[in-house]
């Protein structure tokens, strides 16, 4: 298929590539053609063209009329696997992980943004000790302390019977109890730090454009230290380690996997010494203080540890603190070993009874968690008072909201597993409530932060509504004006209202910042309410409200019933989901769309997080469009749709000067500005696009206005074309003669604009982009490359199937209202 209009006429070769964006594609999809065959790359991401582009006559310098289609496909990289569908529990360490690159702006002086980057840090370790402090509950407090210590409890529980106190033996004393307990919570540990490990090997590891590489050009000079690209003036995304965090992710998970291992440590030490203090047992008391002692100067060098080194951006740090990766967790696995033994020793009068000592760490966690939260917020003002922007979102405060965010998650996740084990343990009584009840239950924070949960939903109500009518009010005001855009077409009520209504939901993605926000502040005052009330009362909300009036007392029991039983199906729902994806594909590439978006940044805050795809699919991009047009000295245009675009702008930020200036961007459906320009300003933001579009001036953007997801880049500037008309046709018609679907946001590549866009972008590189000597054909016997992978600088690509048929040019859209700025 040819394009609209011819690409140029320089005689270079010209290669489109492709990039898919959120929820992925198979390279026939994207190529138009059931026979395709992979370039480079591996079952994880790789390059595809057409077998007939592939062939033999199809040689990297014979110059073509129309570019060649390559397809990059990254889909597996989030999407692929079945383990990765348990990546669903991690959910609370990457979204603690995206506050990290929410920086307002990266003008607050390098202390502020150091600050910044070491509270979310703290946040980050906070939630890792929560998450195996839930682990301790569950199976040290719940299971071996209060249900094996109770004989109404650990009765009719036959696989629990050799721990039972009831049954005597040797395992029955308290400390050992909790020491065979404590396998559950180290185990866990030593999962993260493995599957950490593992995706640290495969993600962090990849090597970026190197300096020799950049200097390897076919016949040009390299940039001089001072050229445009030069790291001191270049965007953070641009700059040579960005996308290498192999030093930062190894010393943060030694940290850590040490503060998992700290953390069951501490649980067994504290329970163990608070008995020898009772007793005249004087040795073992000793010990149990040196113990607490060791542990809490272990605890300090931890937090020291996350707190002393940020990332290393403006070079390749090849290096590693193998002191501190070796030493940091080992040191703490050999202290949980200690603290296993102190609490194994014989101890024939301790026995167990209410809830085990040390459970206030619970609401030590909460305390910690929500002054870190408000100074983060104190640092993100100062820093977003130094560079104003209207169009970011929460004035700057996007970072501290969705932090707090995180440690709700994370709550409601541990709560919600505390919760089904006490009711599951204790059958048919109420845990904490003492009405035939065994066990004393989990903490009381616990319960009051559950407590909370209907007072949220039920207070969310309020902005849902609004945002509900705010959308039909302006589905209306659309629909009054939707013919204007189809001016020789016959009004029809139901399908006028149809495409009013998507184009009015489209501009939900816009309130996104100001709902997010009166959640996170609504979070934060009922969050610190629980906390309160569970230390002032150190009863569940039930128990505490009886001498309350009737009314009250009733209306908190049935909050307190009501939360416990919406945190414990919040927890099965993501357990269930995660099954269903392990067995399920389809499921599975549900799943994986849910870390497209979330798992774009690097690991800069948790370890534990789920990988950064992008630390793989930008290197890809970046190599294959450098290797291919130093090779060739070709024409490039490399076309994003949706998360594509973002990796695209990522990968063309990387190239150095003179591979950009044979290289254009077209992106559509791109949330560039929309989603990353608002949330992620320091990255993002509007100087940072201005300065790609200066480095890359053959860049266009196509944009829809029923699009939820892309939208404009830089408006007002000759980047931006849209929007577009869409539906194409409003009813039926001569050209359209079955009604025309909505697109939204998805094939960009059927509108006639597609092709035109990229063939104008051709011609524009073709008047800048130096001449090439005449292709000179190979030798007949000229061997083709082993393993019959093709040679990496082939020319590419078109995208097929798009609507180059003459049905007419597209018509421009007349842009509705958006949403006000938060």
């Known amino acids: 298929m040819s394009p609209a209009t011819p690409p140029g006429a320089s005689s270079a070769p010209t290669l ?77 360490f990457m979204v603690v ?71 005597g033996g040797w395992w029955a004393q308290p400390g050992r109890r909790l020491v065979a307990a404590a396998l559950v919570p180290a185990a866990l540990t030593a999962l993260l730090w493995y599957l950490s490990n593992r995706t640290w090997s495969a993600y962090e590891s990849q090597q970026p454009l190197g300096e020799d590489a950049r200097a390897a050009g076919a016949g040009e000079a390299a940039d001089p230290p001072d050229a445009e690209d030069g790291d001191a003036c270049r965007p953070a995304l641009g700059r040579p380690g960005f996308w290498y965090g192999r030093r930062l992710v190894a010393r943060l998970r030694a940290a850590h996997t040490a503060a998992g291992f700290l953390t069951v440590a501490a649980a067994l030490t504290v329970a163990s010494a608070a008995f020898d203090r009772r007793s005249s047992a004087t040795l073992l008391e000793a010990v149990g203080w040196l113990l607490e002692a060791t542990l809490v100067v272990a605890a300090g060098v931890v937090v020291w540890v996350v707190c002393r080194r940020g990332r290393t951006e403006t070079r390749l740090d090849e290096e590693l603190d193998r002191a501190v990766v070796t030493l940091l967790p080992g040191g703490a696995l050999t202290l949980l070993v200690l603290s296993a033994v102190y609490a194994a020793w014989s101890r024939p009068g301790w026995r167990s009874g209410g809830p085990l000592p040390g459970d206030r760490a619970f609401g030590i966690l909460t305390l910690a968690q929500l002054a870190l939260v408000v100074v983060l917020a104190a640092v993100a003002m100062a820093m977003y008072r130094g560079a104003p922007h209207a169009r970011t979102a929460l004035r700057g405060l996007g970072g501290p909201a969705v932090a707090l965010l995180a440690c709700a998650l994370g709550g409601v ?62 589905e209306g005001r659309i629909a009054r004006t939707l013919m204007t855009d189809y001016p020789r077409e016959k009004p029809d009520t139901v399908r006028t209202r149809q495409i009013a209504g998507v184009r009015a939901r489209a501009q939900l993605t816009d309130a996104a910042p100001p709902f997010v926000g009166i959640v996170s502040l609504a979070t934060l005052l009922l969050g610190g309410g629980a906390l309160a009330g569970s230390w002032l009362s150190d009863q569940v909300p039930g128990r505490a409200a009886d001498t309350a009036p009737s009314f009250i007392a009733s209306a908190t029991d049935a909050a307190q019933a009501v939360g416990s039983w919406l945190v414990g199906l919040g927890f099965v729902l993501f357990v269930t989901l995660g099954r269903r994806a ?38 890809d991009l970046t190599w294959r469009m450098f290797t291919w047009t130093d090779l060739t000295g070709g024409r490039l245009v490399i076309s994003g749709h949706s998360q594509g675009s973002v990796l695209a702008a990522a990968a063309v930020w990387q190239l150095p000067a003179r591979t950009r200036r044979r290289v254009a961007l077209l992106t559509y459906g791109s949330p560039l500005e929309r989603l990353y320009g608002r949330w992620f300003p320091a990255y993002f933001g509007p100087g940072c696009l201005e300065g790609l579009h200066q480095e890359v001036p053959c860049w266009r953007n196509l944009w829809r206005a029923t699009d939820p997801i892309g939208g404009w880049v830089l408006r007002g500037s000759d980047v931006d074309r849209g929007p577009l008309l869409d539906p194409a046709a ?57 393993g019959g992978e093709q040679d990496p600088g082939q020319a590419g690509s078109a995208r097929p199937g798009s609507a180059e048929d003459g049905s007419g040019r597209v018509t421009a859209v007349r842009e509705d209202p958006p949403e006000t700025a938060d």
């Open 730 to 786: 409003y009813g039926r018609t001569r050209e359209h003669p079955l009604p025309d679907p909505v697109l939204g946001h998805s094939d960009y590549q059927a509108d006639p604009a597609f092709a035109e866009e990229r063939a104008a972008l051709l011609s524009r590189l073709a008047a800048t982009v130096p001449r090439q000597a005449p292709y000179q054909a190979p030798p007949r016997n000229t061997p083709r490359p082993p």
């Open 16 to 92: 489109e590539l492709l990039v898919h964006g959120v929820g992925g594609a198979t390279p026939q999809e994207m190529l138009g053609d059931a026979r395709t065959v992979r370039v480079s790359g591996d079952e994880t991401a790789a390059v595809y063209r057409r077998a007939g582009d592939a062939g033999p006559g199809a040689h990297p310098q014979v110059p073509r009329d129309r570019p060649v289609p390559e397809a990059y496909v990254w889909s597996n990289l989030t999407s692929g696997n079945s383990a990765r569908a348990l990546w669903l529990l991690l959910l609370p």
């Open 582 to 619: 392990y067995r399920d594909a389809s499921a599975r590439r549900s799943v994986g769309i849910l870390w497209d978006v979330g798992t774009f940044w690097p690991r800069a805050a948790h370890p534990f997080a789920p990988p950064c795809y992008a630390e793989r699919a930008v290197p």
């Open 413 to 474: 996740m541990t709560g919600g597993v505390a919760q089904r084990v006490a009711d599951w343990l204790d059958g048919p009584g109420t845990p904490g409530m003492g009405r035939k009840s065994s066990i004393p239950g989990p903490p009381v924070l616990l319960s009051w932060q559950a407590s909370v949960i209907p007072v949220l939903l039920l207070l969310l109500l309020l902005p849902v509504a609004y945002y509900a009518l705010r959308t039909l009010r302006r």
């Open 97 to 167: 992980n995206l506050a990290h690159w929410m920086l307002p702006s990266g003008r607050g002086g390098a202390r502020t943004v150091r600050l910044y980057g070491v509270l979310v840090r703290l946040v980050a370790l906070t939630l890792t000790v929560l998450l195996v402090a839930a682990a301790c509950e569950v199976a040290l407090d719940l299971t071996a302390w209060q249900c094996a210590g109770s004989a109404g409890c650990s009765g009719g529980k036959s696989w629990l019977g050799f721990l039972a106190a009831s049954h």
